[in-house]
């Protein structure tokens, strides 16, 4: 297992769109998460995907954020639009087993990446 590598984080205004992006290895047969923490606060879910391709979103992204992947190049995709300053936070990419979707705990996840900046500015 590769750990997972996020990339694609910056600064945006209120209302702009980003995408992130996770490399990662054999995510097409584990859970994949998304998360988020922003200073002073407990880490996130913000959304999962599982082998079938099946996607979660939590209430406070649904809707604004689509999670995907390419699967030639096993890479994994947040899209998020219409961003808000609250939106803002170190985003994490994150693996498990197929077993633990579609949990929402980051302890049920194994492998995390380092993590990208999302700045919001309002």
């Known amino acids: 297992q590769v750990r997972p590598m996020e990339s694609g984080g910056g600064s945006v205004q209120a209302g702009g769109s980003l995408r992130l992006s996770c490399q990662a290895s054999s995510y097409s047969r584990q859970c994949m998460g998304w998360f988020r923490q922003a200073p002073g606060k407990e880490r996130e879910w913000v959304g999962m995907?599982?082998?079938?391709?099946?996607?979660d979103y939590s209430d406070s992204v649904k809707g604004r954020f689509t999670i995907s992947r390419d699967n030639t190049k096993n890479i994994l995709y947040l899209d998020m639009n219409t961003l808000k300053p609250e939106d803002a936070a170190m985003y994490y990419c994150?693996?498990?087993?197929?077993?633990?979707?579609?949990?929402?705990?980051?302890?049920?996840?194994?492998?995390w990446g380092p993590g990208t900046q999302v700045t919001v500015s309002s």
């Open positions: 995907i599982d082998p079938s391709g099946s996607t």
């Open positions: 994150a693996a498990g087993s197929y077993r633990i979707c579609p949990s929402r705990d980051p302890a049920s996840f194994i492998y």
